[in-house]
């Protein structure tokens, strides 16, 4: 076991050495018991690290006050290994758990490819990794990604799932078995039609599974690919940082190409319903122009967002409004354009020109 301290961490080393180093690393060595994360220890190396990563999420550079393990292997030595470790928001650790779910699924693949090698090898325990077995396995690490993916783009908050009755278990076996019978009988029609003997067709399967689990990669690294601060966690403290830039980044940004211009600020489109009803017909890096709305009945700082032919397409978050409206009364530049289409769920980003 390593014995590197990291700066910072001397407090939580104490506590580490205080409640048997060793032995507490040995209790949680398979995973982050209940107690875990009411422990001081924990408490000791979340403030360690989030005062390292001077309290900046990962994702959006936001406030940060939670800590992520990006994996499991030190639970227990944390402090010896904050490489493993992210500063987060709230908001950005309801999306990122899904990244440790694709890793858990890579995990999973990695075995079956090493059960399949293993039956083509003639491996004793292997033997029952024949073809059609195999494709149902990877039928349901695709549909597993492919739900994560989508879980993820509408920004739906992972939970932890739990069940509260004996019922409810049964409930959920019959499912699960059902499931499994299914991708049995899906995989078993295709594979029936391959020609050559069991392995063959098992050792045709192999670089399937390692794409699935390349797959997975791009699925992580698109979590933790770094996004413009959400509009929700906006202040007035954040709008005085985008002025604060000075004019020489502001000529150099001008420069670019505006799709290569990073935005100061991204916003859903709300109340859309009301106007379009749909996104039909438009793209994301589609130019759009925002106008204040003084007299709106319901929020005085609402800011419109138009298309090109002046159609009222929606409005900027309550947030980000309250945010911007005034700067914008006072004669503030700013540039909109779509930066990205979920569903029917569109997002502009808003770029401060000049002030």
């Known amino acids: 076991m390593t014995t590197k301290q990291w700066p910072g961490f001397d407090a939580a080393h104490a506590e580490w050495l205080r409640i048997g180093g060793p032995a507490f690393r040995e209790v949680h060595r398979f995973g982050p018991r209940s107690d875990f994360y009411r422990s001081q220890y924990w408490k000791l190396v979340k403030e360690a690290l989030l005062a390292a990563k001077e309290f ?8 940060a006050n939670q800590v992520h393990h990006l994996n499991y292997d030190y639970v227990g030595e944390d402090h010896l290994h904050p ?31 090493s059960l399949c090698n293993g039956f083509l090898e003639d491996h004793r325990g292997c033997l ?22 989508i879980k993820f783009t509408t920004e739906t908050y992972y939970s932890n799932p739990r069940i509260k009755s004996r019922a409810e278990a049964e409930a959920v076996v019959a499912r699960f078995r059902q499931e499994r019978r ?12 391959w020609i050559g003997n069991e392995k063959e067709k098992a050792k045709q399967l192999l670089p ?65 319903k009301f106007h379009r009803g ?26 419109q967002v138009r298309l090109q032919t002046d159609e009222t397409l929606g409005y900027l978050t309550k947030e980000l409004a309250a945010v911007l409206a005034g700067e914008m009364d006072s004669g503030i530049c ?22």
């Open 278 to 303: 749909h996104v039909n017909g438009i793209a994301q890096g589609d130019s759009v122009q925002l106008a204040r709305e003084p007299n709106n009945s319901y929020d005085p700082n609402a800011i």
């Open 83 to 113: 490489e493993t470790l992210v500063a987060i928001c709230r908001p950005c650790h309801g999306l990122v758990e899904y990244a440790r779910k694709a890793e858990s699924l890579m995990s999973r693949i990695s075995r079956r490819i």
């Open 56 to 63: 900046k999420c990962c994702r959006c550079t936001g406030n």
């Open 334 to 355: 700013v540039q909109a354009q779509v930066s990205r289409i979920v569903r029917d769920k569109l997002y502009v980003g808003v770029t401060i020109v000049k002030r």
């Open 182 to 193: 299914a991708y049995e009988e899906q995989a078993l029609n295709v594979v029936s039609g």
């Open 208 to 272: 399937m599974l390692r794409s699935e689990i390349e797959n997975c990669r791009m699925f992580v690294v698109e979590v933790f690919a770094p996004v413009p601060v959400r509009a929700e966690r906006l202040s007035s403290a954040s709008l005085a940082e985008v002025f604060a830039r000075t004019e020489e980044e502001r000529s150099s940004e001008s420069a670019l190409d505006s799709q290569s211009v990073k935005p100061d600020f991204e916003s859903l489109v709300v109340s859309i």
């Open 128 to 149: 029952d990794q024949n073809a059609a077995h195999v494709y149902a396995r990877l039928l349901e690490y695709q549909d597993e990604l492919a739900e994560l993916r």
